[in-house]
Structures are given as structure tokens and as C-alpha cells.
T-cell receptor, first 115, second 110 residues
Framework: SAVISQKPSRDICQRGTSLTIQCQVD?????MFWYRQQPGQSLTLIAT?????????ESGFVIDKFPISRPNLTFSTLTVSNMSPEDSSIYLC????????????FGEGSRLTVL | AQSVTQPDIHITVSEGASLELRCNYS??????LFWYVQSPGQGLQLLLK??????LVQGIKGFEAEFKRSQSSFNLRKPSVHWSDAAEYFC????????FGTGTSLTVIP
């Protein structure tokens, strides 16, 4: 199993500002996923971050709004840019256990509230 | 298109009663199926998974789930619910990419 640490665990932000969420994994992983969980809703995949290449964004998510860095095999950041109240969500970092049939391990999430 | 449906948004059961959470999926190939639990303020924890073989899988915390290909279902069950089981439960399907259902919120009453 993988242990995933996310920082910050929660934050309250002002409209128009940006916040960077960090994700640290205790082992080297090729793929890392960033999910968003809006209040009362399920998880929506934002992007897949592979080390050494540009992140791949899902429909509805763009790099200008959610820039992602993946400097090495154990770390990634997700920035939520120019925040609005609609960005209030839990943001989750996730890694697969490996292989096609792997399971996903999740960090505890970063709960953002935008005022 | 791949999708996961959890028809029950919220379920309330008495402590000690049995529980069944429903999950239906649509997937173009042989599905890999998962149930995750999210307790308040916590991340998601894997309860159990089905890849192949025996269609009845056992998980942690006394949970089990049965894969029924003919019904495209993967329902989660527990024979006797404990107060600590109150949480949000998510069904997911996939392999390289995961698709999550909208979740079922479980309330346990004394």
C-alpha cells in the first residue's frame, strides 16, 4: 500500500487568490491523479500527472485554472488559480497500486473554502 | 460509455440490522470493481475489490460484495451494522482510469 500526505488539510481562501496543494507519496509512482469532490457529490478526475511529461486534463478542466507540477516520482502539486466560491471542494491526490488492475490509494484530501 | 450508478443517495439503518448498498455499472470490458468508504473528515479507504474469480468478495470491517454480471451490479452488504459504519460509500469501476458513483450516505441509529 501507499501512504499519501497532502498539505494543507484545509484552508479558507479569498476570491481571486491561488492556492497550491502538495501531495507526497512514500514510494515512487509513475501516475498520480488529482480528483475534486464538490460538496455532496462524487469524485471527479481533474487530471493525471505523469513524471516527466505534461499533465493530462479531463474535459472541463484546463491547465490555466489547475496547473500541475510533477517534479519527481514521489511528489506533485495542484494549484487552484483565481479561485471563486465554486472552487470550494475537497481536492484529493491519488495513486494506483500498480498495474492495470490496481486499486487507488487516496490522501486525506485538502478541503478548500473560497469566500 | 463507462458509468457507475448508486441509486440510493441516503440510507438509514438501525445498529445491528443488515445493510445492502446498491451499485450498477456500465463498462465496455470486464470490469474491475471497488467499494470505498469515506468517513467524516477522512480520505477514502478501500473496503474491497473484485478483479476476477469468486463473485462474492470479502472486505475489511465485515463487508462483502457480490458481482452479478447479468445484472451489471456489485452490491455491498454487511450482516450487522455498527454505529461506526456511518459514512459515505462509493462504488467505483475501472482499471487504468476509475469512475466513481455519486455515493450513498449511511446513517446508523441506535
Amino acid at each position: 500500500s501507499a501512504v499519501i500526505s497532502q498539505k494543507p488539510s484545509r484552508d479558507i481562501c479569498q476570491r481571486g487568490t491561488s492556492l497550491t496543494i502538495q501531495c507526497q507519496v512514500d514510494s515512487q509512482v509513475t501516475m498520480m491523479f488529482w480528483y475534486r469532490q464538490q460538496p455532496g457529490q462524487s469524485l471527479t478526475l481533474i487530471a493525471t500527472a505523469n513524471q516527466g511529461s505534461e499533465a493530462t486534463y479531463e474535459s472541463g478542466f484546463v491547465i490555466d485554472k489547475f496547473p500541475i507540477s510533477r517534479p519527481n516520482l514521489t511528489f506533485s502539486t495542484l494549484t487552484v488559480s483565481n479561485m471563486s466560491p465554486e472552487d470550494s471542494s475537497i481536492y484529493l491526490c491519488s495513486v494506483p497500486s500498480g498495474g492495470v488492475a490496481g486499486e487507488l490509494f487516496f490522501g486525506e484530501g485538502s478541503r478548500l473554502t473560497v469566500l | 460509455a463507462q458509468s457507475v450508478t448508486q441509486p440510493d443517495i441516503h440510507i438509514t439503518v438501525s445498529e445491528g440490522a443488515s445493510l445492502e448498498l446498491r451499485c450498477n455499472y456500465s463498462y465496455g470490458a470486464t470490469p474491475y470493481l471497488f467499494w470505498y468508504v469515506q468517513s467524516p473528515g477522512q480520505g477514502l479507504q478501500l473496503l474491497l475489490k473484485y478483479f476476477s474469480g469468486d463473485t462474492l468478495v470479502q472486505g475489511i470491517k465485515g463487508f462483502e460484495a457480490e458481482f452479478k454480471r447479468s445484472q451489471s451490479s456489485f452490491n455491498l452488504r454487511k450482516p450487522s451494522v455498527h454505529w461506526s459504519d456511518a459514512a459515505e460509500y462509493f462504488c467505483a469501476v475501472g482499471g487504468n482510469q476509475f469512475y466513481f458513483g455519486t455515493g450513498t450516505s449511511l446513517t446508523v441509529i441506535p
